[in-house]
Every structure is written in structure tokens, then in C-alpha cells.
């Protein structure tokens, strides 16, 4: 059995025009094309006034659909009717949102997107801490076991790092709190863990030192060797997951989109050969 193709319309100063989404002060009717059924439907938030019109314009639908049955959505409506409306309502979200005129869809891609540049700044970061830690002259003179590292030079990358890492935390953290608001289970939570994971590494770069066993002389530091190597091992742990998963979200969610996209386009360009 072929799936009902359903097709909302919401009341505009008196007229029907093609619902894109609704809120609890619309008044709406989904026009089921497989059950000859016209499902009118009135938000929580309506006024009575627009209720009273719509019931008046009603007319001009019947006349449109004659063959069509009329029924009021209520909570025994079919289930795909049900969740159609919900879906309606959830395209409406990010219109409450002040400054944000997005649909649905077009809201997600911009947290997909987030996503994918929390990955690539994670890259950004393991290279910058890469230059703090291993640009280095081995202090054989001195200490076989240690690094000199020229403090100025070392510092530097080390905070600049620790901004990369909180602007990508700060990242992943808004991309999951949306991603929760609008359902998307697996996404918020690939999310926090990415966000978890890179605010640890975050939180280790800013007390380096008192991770790392280090001496100053002048300008220069000597860090131990054998501290330095698992203190960047802990990092790239931390780091490399939270860029994997950031990635991944990021670009699974924009393929997901791009699917959806065409699926619409098809079925668009079945209704106008119809």
C-alpha cells in the first residue's frame, strides 16, 4: 500500500496558502490525497477571531475538493497525520528564535557545519601544539633527559592553543544543546562527547604547568622528556576523537540533508505531473 501523500495549508488573512511550517497560532488543514480526507486543525494560541474566519473559508475548500471528507485532527487522527503536524511544528522552532530566520533544515546545516570547523580548528590546535612542544633543542650539553625550550616561544603557542580549544568547546557545546532541542539524539550526543573530550585537552593545556616537570634558566625551560611524551599522548587522545567525531557529525548531517533535499525535489515533481 502506497504511502498517503499529505499536503498542509495554513490560513493567511483569509486565504490558504501552502504551509512550509506552524505554530499553536495557526489554523491549519493537511489534505490527505489517498483517503479523500481534509484534516482542519486549530492551535492552542488561535484566536477566536481567526477560527470563526477559517470555519467561514472552509467553503472555499470544499468546493475545491468535493469529493474530499472533512474531519477535526484530534488524538485518535491517523499517526501520520500526528506526526506531519509535529513536523510542522518543529520547522517553526527556529523562528522563535530572535535574529534566527532559519527552517529546519537550514538550522541543522548550520550546525553540521559548526561541527566540521570544531574538527578542522582541532587540527589547527594539534599542529600549534605540536610547534610548542617539539620545536625544541635537545639540552645534551645540560641534561640528556630534558627539552630547552625557549619560554616566550613556548607560551605563545601554548595560549594560543588553549583559545583554539575553548572556541572549539564552546562549539561542539552549541551544536549539541541545539541538537537536543530539536531531537537529534545521536548528534547531541557525538556532540558532547567531541565537546567533553576537547574541553579536557583544553583544561590540561591551561595547567601545563603543573603537569609537566620543568626548570627555568633565563629564558629558556627544561621540561623532561619522558613527561613531555605523555603529556602529548594524553592530548592527541583527547583530540583526535573529539576531530573525529566533529567531522563525522558534521559531514553525515549535511549528507542527510542533501538526501532529504532531493527526496522533496522528486516528490515535487510528482505532484506537478499529476
Known sequence: MSSSKLFPYKMKKGQWFRADDITESDIAVIVDSNTDTIWFWEGQRSSARNRSKAREILGLLKKKYIPYRFKRVTRNSPLEVLTKLEELKELSFTGKISGIKYELKDFSRVLYILNIIGGILAIISMIYLWQALYWTETSEGLDYMHFSVDFTFFL???????????????????SAFFGGILK?????????????????A?????????????????????????ALILFSFCLE??????????????????????????????EEKEVIKK
Open 202 to 226: 583544553f583544561f590540561m593545556v591551561r595547567i601545563w604547568d603543573v603537569i609537566l616537570f620543568y626548570e627555568e634558566i633565563d629564558n629558556d625551560i627544561l621540561i623532561r622528556k619522558d
Open 184 to 200: 537529534k539524539k545521536s548528534f547531541y550526543l557525538l556532540s558532547i562527547l567531541a565537546a567533553c573530550a576537547i574541553f579536557v
Open 156 to 174: 605563545s603557542y601554548i595560549n594560543i592553543s588553549s583559545y583554539i580549544l575553548l572556541a572549539i568547546t564552546l562549539m561542539y557545546m552549541f
Open 237 to 266: 587522545v583527547l583530540l583526535i576523537p573529539g576531530m573525529v567525531l566533529g567531522m563525522i557529525t558534521g559531514i553525515s548531517g549535511l549528507r542527510s540533508i542533501n538526501i532529504i533535499e532531493e527526496t522533496e525535489e522528486l
